[in-house]
């Protein structure tokens, strides 16, 4: 049975950092491309990060040079390092899985879902 389960979620103050992890089991990581995806109270879900079975990440805007994507398949887990938190990075997070090399922050191309892990940020 192929499971995600995000950990590593909590309150931190503005400017802090948090990672988040993500581990795979029931399936082979390394042919997998891995999305990292938010949704805020009373807010669409969006796309934050994705990291390719190759290596590659992509970064939304919004975090890109906060956020680090990583990845150890022999572990078979995903790591997402946020820095520099913000207020507005306050939201639910959660990992996703599709087959295959996937650089592009489209939830509908991810099959597989983890049940998130919350993320606040407040003083």
């Known amino acids: 049975q192929l499971q995600l389960v995000e950990s590593g979620g909590g309150l931190v103050q503005p400017g802090g950092s948090l990672r988040l992890s993500c581990a795979a089991s029931?399936?082979?990581?390394?042919?997998?491309?891995i999305g990292w995806f938010r949704q805020a109270p009373g807010k669409e879900r969006e796309g934050v990060s994705c990291i390719s079975n190759f290596g590659l990440s992509n970064y939304a805007d919004s975090v890109k040079g906060r956020f680090i994507a990583s990845r150890d398949n022999a572990k078979s887990t995903v790591w997402l390092q946020m820095n520099s938190l913000k207020p507005e990075d306050t939201a639910v997070y959660y990992c996703?899985?599709?087959?295959?090399?996937?650089?592009?922050?489209?939830?509908?191309?991810?099959?597989?879902w983890g049940q998130g892990t919350q993320v606040t940020v407040s003083s």
């Open positions: 996703a899985a599709t087959r295959g090399t996937w650089t592009r922050l489209i939830e509908d191309a991810y099959t597989y």
């Open positions: 029931g399936f082979i990581l390394d042919y997998y491309s």
